[in-house]
T-cell receptor, first 110, second 113 residues
Framework: SQELEQSPQSLIVQEGKNLTINCTSS?????LYWYKQKYGEGLIFLMM?????EEKSHEKITAKLDEKKQQSSLHITASQPSHAGIYLC??????????FGAGTILRVKS | SAVISQKPSRDICQRGTSLTIQCQVD?????MFWYRQQPGQSLTLIAT?????????ESGFVIDKFPISRPNLTFSTLTVSNMSPEDSSIYLC??????????FGSGTRLTVV
């Protein structure tokens, strides 16, 4: 079955700094999703990537899917305290099921 | 995208009791998904619920422990039965909303004491 490995597991950055979170799949990705989760709450959809080389941006967050479609990165520019949370990547598995990475905990220091 | 109302948002339950979690979607959807997120871990799919048929459970999850109802295309319930402290988790429902990705409910934070 497909497995997603996220790195780093946790990250502490100074406000205003840039950061990157990676998600590597054990199989070709046909749909890659990025979510943000506040502690103990539901998931907020950030972006969906489907094509190799695809890149999407929303506000200060940019996500890319590499050409070989086995890795995605999430880049946050000029981080703010509001960016703090858990970032999860998810991938389409067989039968419309999502598998998730373990998550990256982001803390932003003011 | 779809809006999902999930309740309760949190509960503290005695071991041996059952809790039913409800998810209401503002649009008709074919499939609804139920996930569990144990403390400090990522999400694990419990089952897929289709309207008019029995839910399909993932390995490690059984209907007796997690019965699911799907009476129509906008509503589903998940019951956590005969609870033990190991069932303390966040439970989330989700729907596939096409280009908007999978939309999730706000989650139910369950603590079993």
């Amino acid at each position: 079955s497909q497995e997603l490995e996220q790195s780093p597991q946790s990250l502490i950055v100074q406000e205003g700094k840039n950061l990157t979170i990676n998600c590597t799949s054990s199989k070709t990705l046909y749909g890659l999703y990025w979510y943000k989760q506040k502690y103990g709450e539901g998931l907020i959809f950030l972006m969906m990537l489907q094509k190799g080389g695809e890149e999407k941006s929303h506000e200060k967050i940019t996500a890319k899917l590499d050409e070989k479609k086995q890795q995605s990165s999430l880049h946050i520019t000029a981080s703010q305290p509001s960016h703090a949370g858990i970032y999860l990547c998810g991938a389409d598995n067989e039968g419309n099921k999502l598998v998730f990475g373990a998550g990256t905990i982001l803390r932003v220091k003011s | 995208s779809a809006v999902i109302s999930q309740k309760p948002s949190r509960d503290i339950c005695q071991r041996g009791t059952s809790l039913t979690i409800q998810c209401q979607v503002d649009s008709q959807v074919t499939m609804m998904f139920w996930y569990r997120q144990q403390p400090g871990q990522s999400l694990t799919l419990i089952a897929t619920a289709n309207q008019g048929s029995e839910a399909t459970y993932e390995s490690g999850f059984v209907i007796d422990k997690f019965p699911i109802s799907r009476p129509n295309l906008t509503f589903s319930t998940l019951t956590v039965s005969n609870m033990s402290p190991e069932d303390s988790s966040i439970y989330l429902c989700s729907v596939d909303w096409g280009v908007y990705g999978y939309t999730f409910g706000s989650g139910t934070r369950l603590t079993v004491v």
